[in-house]
């Protein structure tokens, strides 16, 4: 079965930088489109970045654009954000997702498969 594993999360302070990687298996990665996607206590989760089929283009939420970076190496299977200058208003569980082809957008709803998150916390 399809699974996506996060790895990466944890605890920094606020300036720090981290980097989440995504793996996944049981899918030909390169035929979906790859998202990461971020929900905060008490809030709705919200679109991160997602990145194309090839990795050629990206899209990034307006609070994180300049700072975060998604990227993949469809040869290795896997899905990274790097994340700098980390905010308070960063701490999230954070998830990636998957989308077919090049259904995956900025919306939730376009992406058929989900990792189970991991806990990104940014102390002020």
């Known amino acids: 079965q399809v699974q996506l594993v996060e790895s990466g999360g944890g605890l920094v302070q606020a300036g720090a930088s981290l980097r989440l990687s995504c793996t996944p298996s049981?899918?030909?990665?390169?035929?979906?489109?790859m998202g990461w996607f971020r929900q905060a206590p008490g809030k709705e989760r919200e679109f991160v970045a997602r990145?194309?089929?090839?990795?050629?283009?990206?899209t990034y939420a307006d609070a994180v654009k300049g700072r975060f970076t998604i990227s993949r190496d469809n040869g290795k299977n896997t899905l990274s954000l790097q994340m700098n200058s980390l905010k308070p208003e960063d701490t999230a569980v954070y998830s990636c997702?998957?989308?077919?082809?090049?259904?995956?957008?900025?919306?939730?709803?376009?992406?058929?498969?989900w990792g189970q998150g991991t806990q990104v916390t940014v102390s002020s």
């Open positions: 997702a998957a989308g077919w082809r090049s259904s995956g957008g900025t919306y939730d709803w376009e992406y058929t498969y």
């Open positions: 049981g899918l030909t990665f390169s035929s979906y489109t």
């Open positions: 990145i194309n089929l090839s990795g050629s283009a990206t």
